[in-house]
């Protein structure tokens, strides 16, 4: 199996302003030496300064979106190039909030994550079905879709995460079961392998994410192909993020 180091990623959406980066220093030291690689993806507004933070040896930061063109005339968006330039080393694409609320398709995310790879960034492609499909039957259909549709083929092992995120299961307190996580995780693993090459797809991180809690997280991560997790509101407090970073290093 290739080596895969575990992914922990704080998905701050609309959230925080300038006293929220105290949570960044609190966060790093409590965890001065991670095993595991811990990402925030704050704000647009913090980026550039949290990257100035001196916590960049264990923290990284990501964009949470950016733009399918390089530059022009796109009032209010952000490129992927101007991402790197604020000191971003990943973006997320194809959040679920994302293609829902903005209509964005997988030739969107797929368009997207070449830009954000010719910039240098690493992407995080977020895939996952809603309620209505899981009870349908149509889950690993849909995952399945959602890869060829939106993951380049250009991608690597290094510059590329893939997120499982049940739609049903975000922001509402709702976890997938044990066994629908390793399901699902399995199938991606498959799915990359078979499309991408073995070295692409074993070499790629899978995170789970869907109401990731300190109470919830052990047994997660336990689960086969989990490497990690895309955590939305227990990322905002260190003191909330910290017990599930632990518990990723626990399982390492």
Known sequence: MEFRKKLIAGNWKMNGVGDALEEVAKLSAAHPDPTCEILICPPATLLALMSALPVGRTIATGGQDCHREQAGAHTGDISAEMLADAGARFVILGHSERRANHGETDDDVHAKARTAIAAGLKVVICVGETLAEREAGNTLEIIAGQLAGSVPDLVTGANLVVAYEPVWAIGTGKVA?????????????????????????????????GSVKAGNAADIFGVSNVDGALVGGASLKAADFSPIITALEAAN
């Not at 693993?189 to 899978?206: D, M, P, Q, Y």
Request: proline share 0%.
């Open 177 to 209: 079961s044990l066994e629908q996580i390793g399901e699902v995780h399995n199938f991606i693993r498959l799915n990359l392998e078979k499309h991408l090459g073995a070295g692409v797809g074993r070499s790629t991180r899978i995170l789970y994410g």
